[in-house]
């Protein structure tokens, strides 16, 4: 440990190193310039500077995903704070380890309304798992361990710092922190015992996976587990590189507009073992496919935080533990009084028939015109198994929640909270951090334009990633719901949207427009010769989108 006298900036940049940081994601500000002179002397921690706060957030909430370890952001006060709310937001819903810096005022000047003044644990405080404001530079080696503890433990997810500007300039002494150890607690062999002997006595168990502390390990032991005895696998919404979708066992994915088939096995199970997933509204349908109470049905709860289990869902075998401790003491448990299952199969089987597009037509009975079905097949065809597919929310994402077969995590970047904008900044992300994969932002016209300026993001730092935009000209999720409650009465959801082709241009890219399906792989083909930011433009009908039944239904604002 060390104690020598130091700068508060420095002192937390000291810290961010000390627990293996390696990037932090921001917009300057002028309340924590302390911390950026700070980082100019650190070459162990590589700064993105990015174009709006939402995109800082959104950027670290996907490193988080990806790396399992905290992203970090720093913002100012205000509009920069308030502006990265929403990844806060999504990070706590979706179980992200992620910690926010916010610069703030000076303490002398607390509570007159000064300039960009909020009070930030008390704005943050219903979105985080721990907000807090740090007043002692002193104190900073204490509150950065404690943040990096709080992100990862139990169910994972975002805190919020406040470092007043004055503070991170005061030249204080104090000892450094080590890195905190992570907590992987396993599950007991008694509790393990009992869920071998329910699925003993089961006749058609089905597993839902995915979402708070799931690893790549976890996916590994949590494969083979399921594989051997035959139990079909289903993935939480968006979670769909819980296990690769190459598995013999996967079932698909359950969220809006999920496979009949997959649904009604599991209103017909008799035991749901459910493995890090919340059973949040979208994976279950509103709560009516799994019900809070789910009589007829046994349900073995897993998840890393005791205060999830019990929370909504009446568990009758709650178990907590670490994602990848259960998984392998899962997959190592022998028991030979268990008969393998053959639904695991049959349901996989399920799903490759309805992750397969076909022939689709217009109403009226003509050809669609660019049909996206084929176009994700072409994808498949064309790019690496571990591509990293990174969407926000929209009727557009359907399309590959359905089509695209994801190999087993990190794969998806996609928002469980339905948060429109976050597919461009997410792929920023991946491909800084996986330069040596393929990237693809999936987004619609509404969807990218909330966030389009992290094009900058990807070309001031020569990120490689492709750019599927979905133009159908409206906020399509939108615009279906009003069509079917407000016949005829079509307000506020129709778009008048930029030359996407010559906006990707400016940014350095190469781009091309797509109508249709016929165009869209050789186009595919032009995009991948090339590298740095490429676009294809997809222009689609809104009123073929609205009625296709492939598409997936996002509730709100989507």
């Excluded at 062999?189 to 058609?204: E, P, R, W």
């Excluded at 009758?316 to 030979?336: G, K, N, Q, V």
């Amino acid at each position: 440990m060390t104690q020598t006298i130091r700068s508060g900036g420095r002192i937390l940049v000291d810290q961010l190193v000390a627990q293996g940081c390696d990037r932090v994601f921001t917009v300057p500000g002028e309340s924590f310039l302390a911390v950026l002179d700070a980082l100019h002397d650190t070459p162990a921690i590589h700064t993105v500077v990015c174009r709006q706060e939402g995109g800082v957030a959104y950027m670290a909430d996907a490193d988080g995903k990806l790396t399992g370890r905290p992203g970090v952001a720093f913002v100012t006060r205000g509009p920069g704070a308030t502006n990265a709310s929403a990844g806060v937001h999504v990070a706590m819903q979706d179980s992200t380890p992620m910690i926010v810096f916010v610069g703030d005022l000076d303490r002398a000047d607390r509570d007159r309304e000064g300039f960009q003044e909020i009070d930030m644990a008390a704005f943050f405080a219903p979105v985080a798992k721990w907000a807090a404001r740090i007043d002692d530079a002193r104190r900073l080696p204490e509150y950065v361990a404690r943040a990096y503890r709080v992100a990862t433990a139990g169910r994972p997810g975002p805190v919020v710092l406040a470092i007043p500007e004055d503070m991170l300039r005061d030249e204080v002494e104090t000892i450094d922190r080590p890195p905190i150890a992570p907590i992987a607690q396993p599950a007991c062999a008694g509790a393990m015992g009992a869920m071998i002997d329910l699925l003993k006595d089961a006749t058609n168990p089905v597993a839902i996976i995915g979402g708070a502390d799931w690893s790549p390990a976890a996916a590994h032991y949590f494969a083979s587990f399921a594989h051997r005895h035959g139990i079909p696998v289903a993935a939480a919404f968006r979670r769909q590189d819980a296990i690769a979708n190459s598995c013999a066992v996967y079932a698909g994915n359950l969220g809006y507009g999920p496979n009949p088939k997959l649904q009604q096995r599991i209103r017909e199970a008799d035991l749901l073992l459910v493995v890090g997933a919340r059973l949040g509204e979208a994976t279950t349908d509103g709560y009516k496919l799994v019900t809070p109470d789910h009589p007829g049905q046994l349900l073995v709860h897993v998840h890393p935080d005791p205060n999830e289990l019990g929370r909504v869902y009446r568990a009758d075998l709650p178990i907590c533990a670490d994602m990848a401790e259960f998984s392998e003491m899962a997959a190592d448990w022998r028991d030979p009084d268990i008969v393998r299952f053959s639904a695991g199969e049959e349901a996989h089987t399920e799903w490759l028939d309805w992750s397969d597009p076909k022939p689709r037509a217009n109403p009226d009975g003509s050809a669609v015109k660019l049909d996206l079905g084929p176009c994700v097949a072409a994808m498949r065809d064309a790019l690496p198994a571990d591509t990293i597919i990174c969407n926000g929310a929209g009727n557009f994402s359907g399309w590959w929640h359905r089509y695209w077969r994801y190999a087993a995590m990190p794969c998806q970047l996609a928002p469980t909270s339905g948060s429109m904008g976050y597919g461009l900044p997410a792929a920023v992300a991946a491909a800084l951090r996986f330069p040596d994969r393929t990237v693809v932002c999936v987004a619609g016209d509404g969807d990218f334009l909330m966030n389009g300026q992290e094009l900058a993001t990807a070309a001031q730092y020569g990120a490689d990633l492709l750019v599927i935009l979905v133009d159908n000209g409206a906020y399509g999720t939108i615009r279906m719901h009003q069509e079917r409650d407000y016949p005829d009465r079509i307000s506020a959801t129709a778009l008048a949207n930029p030359d996407f082709v010559r906006l990707a241009e400016a940014f350095g890219g190469w781009a091309e427009r797509i109508e249709t399906t016929a165009d869209f792989a050789p186009a595919l083909g032009r995009a991948m010769e090339c590298t740095g930011i490429r676009l294809l433009h997809c222009v689609t009908d809104v009123e073929v989108i609205s009625n296709a039944s492939t598409i997936s239904t996002l509730h709100g604002k989507g």
